[in-house]
């Protein structure tokens, strides 16, 4: 069962645009964690963002957590051709944090 | 360092073959999980390991699966009599302590195709 769905599901945008994605989960959550996948490779961590964060910046990555609304967004600002990839949200189950409950993804494509 | 890697990279098997795919997880690593990613999907929990002991399996779809760490590094994940259905990525992650450990380092994965 997936616990966080991305919002769009996919998305194409210019070189030097910025990018954002959503995720929605469902149950309380400790944390929130955003990972890249780029095809035919693993997924890669980008950021975590704990629950009593609300906003977490990385180089040109920038999270946001709304744990009333039980969301988050992932903002890539000057977007490169580079980062094409599928971007998923994760949560640790709170029963069991090792386990990570992945979204369905979000597919960026930026064009040169 | 080296990260996590896995082999093969891709299988094929015909409906009915046995599989075993390897994880090398980064060295000292206490933790190792095994996901499955379907097409189009994100990957989901299949089993994890703290040193040698298998602590958590109820993600395995079928009695099919086994997977062991029988010296607390690396791992085998087996699929028996293999069905079309089993054909997805299966990723390995490893960190570093145990389960309050946060973050997951991933391998590339191994592409199984069941024909």
């Known amino acids: 069962s997936q616990q966080g769905e991305e919002d769009p599901q996919a998305l194409s945008i210019q070189e030097g645009e910025n990018a954002t994605m959503n995720c929605s989960y469902k149950?309380?959550?400790?944390?929130l964690q955003w990972y890249r996948q780029n095809s035919g490779r693993g997924l890669v961590h980008l950021i975590l963002?704990?629950?009593?964060?609300r906003e977490k910046h990385s180089g040109r990555l920038r999270v946001t957590l709304d744990t009333s609304k039980k969301s988050s967004s992932l903002l890539i600002t000057a977007s490169r051709a580079a980062d094409t990839a599928s971007y998923f949200c994760?949560?640790?189950?709170?029963?069991?944090?090792?386990?990570?409950?992945f979204g369905s993804g979000t597919r960026l494509l930026v064009r040169p | 360092g080296a990260g996590v890697s896995q082999s093969p990279r891709y299988k094929v098997a015909k409906r009915g073959q046995d599989v075993a795919l390897r994880c090398d997880p980064i060295?000292?690593?206490?933790?190792l999980f095994w996901y499955q990613q379907a097409l189009g999907q994100g990957p989901e929990f299949l089993t994890y390991?703290?040193?040698?002991?298998?602590?958590?399996k109820s993600g395995l779809p079928s009695d099919r699966f086994f997977a062991e760490r029988p010296e607390g590094s690396v791992s085998t994940l087996k699929i028996q009599r293999t069905q079309q259905e089993d054909s997805a990525v299966y990723l390995c992650?490893?960190?570093?302590?145990?389960?309050?450990?946060?973050?997951?380092?991933f391998g590339p994965g191994t592409r199984l195709t069941v024909l």
């Open positions: 390991f703290q040193n040698e002991a298998q602590l958590d």
């Open positions: 992650a490893s960190s570093l302590a145990g389960p309050q450990e946060d973050t997951q380092y």
């Open positions: 963002i704990r629950s009593n964060e």
């Open positions: 994760a949560t640790p189950r709170m029963d069991s944090s090792y386990k990570l409950i």
């Open positions: 149950t309380s959550i400790n944390n």
């Open positions: 060295s000292g690593h206490v933790s």
